[in-house]
């Protein structure tokens, strides 16, 4: 649509009396107040994380602080091991999202275009642990855990974590691998390529913008994951960021210390809205783009 | 079998392939999730408190729960919770990711814009909508400001507000994350395809209904499904936010796990709701499959 033609022009013009009011007042209105609702919580939390205690208590609302403070964020690290919750978030993501890629991309590869026996009965295998709630498996995992003597260990988390995004892995991979344009696995294995090499040197390659889709959302589930945090890891220096955040008082209605939480909730946001900016365009090129246009 | 190995033993290398390709993954899926589906599932016959070994009743967990008004009350919220939920998810991600997929400056911060909350820990969203909903919270003051109520509303203390007051939060987190599975296939479209219907006369918001619906349909029966799931398993939320109340009005079935195991260390009966939940979310879509199925063969 780049090039504009004298017919096209003519075309715009009958078209605009019907467009031109939702694309100029309807879509600009709900996709500001969707940025509006999208943003308010967070930068409410950012602007508390910064105001005196006296004014986070103030009612009405402080909206504009007349005076900032950094108390609650050096709270965060004289009182706690807060450094360490934040790298204990990192090792167990990263690894987790790892894993899950390296198993999951062959798995997706083979269900999407190797030959399979009861390829129907793996994928609704692969289904049904998505539908599994995790509060259920919690008692028989704990066992398991217990049993390999995984407690306060980092792979307390990551093996579940891995576990619990690998069906999503599989199926979204599975659905990227499909779309692919079948011409350059059937050029491969006529140079010689066994499947394991045309999967590590071909297929992957041109799906990395789809790994590192699906990785970011593997990530995103693994930073923020809860419960099993919660309960698998008791040593406070190997806590993970929510469960510190939530042990600062979010679950209880009495005292809140909402200046620390607040400062808890932007440092630990803060590494995930990096990742996003700095991804964000490799997320959005195109999947296949380039790949068989030679 | 025994009696062919020598001839499929030299064909099979490559047929071999696709199950090692498999075999890690479903390896530690049995280890964190089929095993202790079935530890699960036995123990829903058993009396188990954690601390004497289990024993064998029947089914009646089973009767118990059949009899258990609150249990049929989390049901009902379960159900009420997907079917206010999903639509919106399935629907409103779709708007946003064909917004954000348009190529204007600075569109990208929308798109940023709308992925931050699916990045918040949902520990820390919940505590700050708490905190939006309180008494003299953000919201009441606004409306209270705006002379919209002079009361406000009792977002999170009211049996009637509370569970759609949750509703809002899992929404809040979920759009973003919809917006980015529609985003990886709209950008599966091919350009051309748009260019070629807006010469026939395909343009402006048409052009989606025609090119971009049909064309997503494997992607809307994918979000479909994944936030069903997730409305299904609604937890973080209902903890930090309402703990089930009041009066049980915010309970869903998962929570209601939580608390007979966790708190009242009833860990059998937890499975057994658990299991129950587990069957009705299996029905739900095998139902769903077999209406993909149908679609596909019309």
């Known amino acids: 649509m780049t090039t504009v033609s004298p017919e096209d022009i003519d075309r715009d013009a009958l078209k605009r009396s019907g467009d031109s009011i939702v694309k100029r007042l309807i879509l600009p209105i709900s996709a500001a107040l969707t940025v509006i609702f999208c943003l308010a919580p967070i930068l409410w939390q950012l602007l508390t994380s910064f105001k005196v205690d006296a004014d986070i208590a103030a009612i009405p609302n402080v909206y504009i602080p007349s005076r900032y403070t950094l108390d609650h964020y050096r709270a965060l690290f004289e009182r706690r091991p807060f450094f360490n919750y934040i790298l204990n978030s990192a090792i167990v993501s990263i690894a987790s999202t790892i894993l899950a890629l390296g198993l999951g991309a062959p798995a997706a590869y083979a269900l999407a275009r190797l030959k399979l026996q009861g390829e129907r009965i793996l994928l609704a295998t692969i289904l049904l642990v998505t539908l599994f709630p995790p509060i259920l498996l919690f008692l028989g995992l704990l066992e398991v855990i217990r049993y390999l003597q995984l407690g306060n260990n980092y792979l307390a988390l990551i093996i579940p974590y891995t576990a619990i995004n690998l069906p999503l892995t599989i199926l979204v991979m599975r659905s990227f691998f499909q779309q692919l344009p079948k011409d350059l696995e059937d050029a491969a294995r006529v140079d010689g390529y066994n499947t394991g090499r045309m999967l590590l040197e071909i297929v992957l390659p041109i799906t990395i913008p789809a790994l590192v889709t699906t990785g970011i959302l593997t990530f995103i589930s693994a930073w923020n994951e809860f419960i099993f945090a919660l309960t698998f890891i008791t040593r406070e220096d190997m806590k993970t960021v929510p469960v510190a955040g939530a042990q600062l008082g979010g679950a209880s209605p009495f005292e809140v210390p909402y200046g620390p939480i607040a400062a808890a909730t932007v440092l630990g946001t803060i590494p995930l809205v990096l990742l996003v900016l700095f991804f964000q365009r490799r997320i959005v090129q195109g999947l296949t783009a380039g790949a068989v246009k030679g | ?298």
């Not at chain 2, 408190?49 to 258990?68: E, H, K, M, T, Y």
């Not at chain 2, 609150?70 to 159900?79: A, H």
């Not at chain 2, 994350?177 to 091919?190: D, E, F, H, K, T």
């Not at chain 2, 708190?263 to 095998?286: D, N, W």
């Open chain 2, 1 to 298: 079998m025994d009696k062919q190995l020598p001839k499929s033993w030299h064909i099979d290398q490559r047929q071999l392939t696709p199950y090692l390709f498999l075999l890690p993954a479903l390896l530690i899926l049995g280890l964190t999730v089929f095993y202790p589906a079935i530890q699960a599932f036995y123990l829903s016959f058993t009396r188990y408190d954690l601390i004497d070994s289990p024993q064998w009743i029947g089914v009646a967990n089973f009767r118990r729960l059949w009899a258990d008004p609150i249990f049929w009350q989390t049901l009902r919220n379960t159900i009420l919770y997907l079917v206010c939920v999903v639509p919106i998810l399935v629907i409103a991600p779709l708007g946003l990711a064909i917004l954000v997929n348009q190529k204007l400056r600075g569109i990208r911060w929308f798109r940023v814009a709308y992925y931050t909350p699916v990045i918040i820990s949902m520990v820390v969203a919940g505590i700050a909508w708490k905190w939006l909903y309180a008494d003299n919270g953000l919201l009441n003051q606004f409306l209270k400001f705006s002379g919209l109520s002079t009361e406000g509303i009792p977002w999170l203390t009211s049996p009637d507000w509370s569970i759609f007051s949750v509703m809002v939060v899992t929404i809040w987190k979920g759009l973003g994350y919809y917006m980015v599975i529609y985003l990886a296939g709209l950008q599966s479209i091919p350009e051309d395809l748009y260019e070629a219907a807006a010469i026939d006369g395909s343009d402006g918001f048409r052009k989606h209904w025609d090119i971009t619906i049909p064309l997503m349909h494997p992607y809307l029966f994918l979000v479909a499904v994944i936030s069903a799931i997730s409305a299904t398993k609604v937890f973080e939320e209902i903890y930090i936010m309402t703990q089930g109340g009041p009066l049980n009005s915010s309970k869903t079935i998962v929570y209601y796990v939580y608390e007979q195991a966790f708190q009242s260390l009833e860990i059998s009966y937890a499975c057994t709701i658990g299991l129950v939940m587990f069957m009705i979310i299996l029905a739900l879509s095998v139902l769903r499959l077999g209406v993909q199925r149908w679609e596909q063969r019309a």
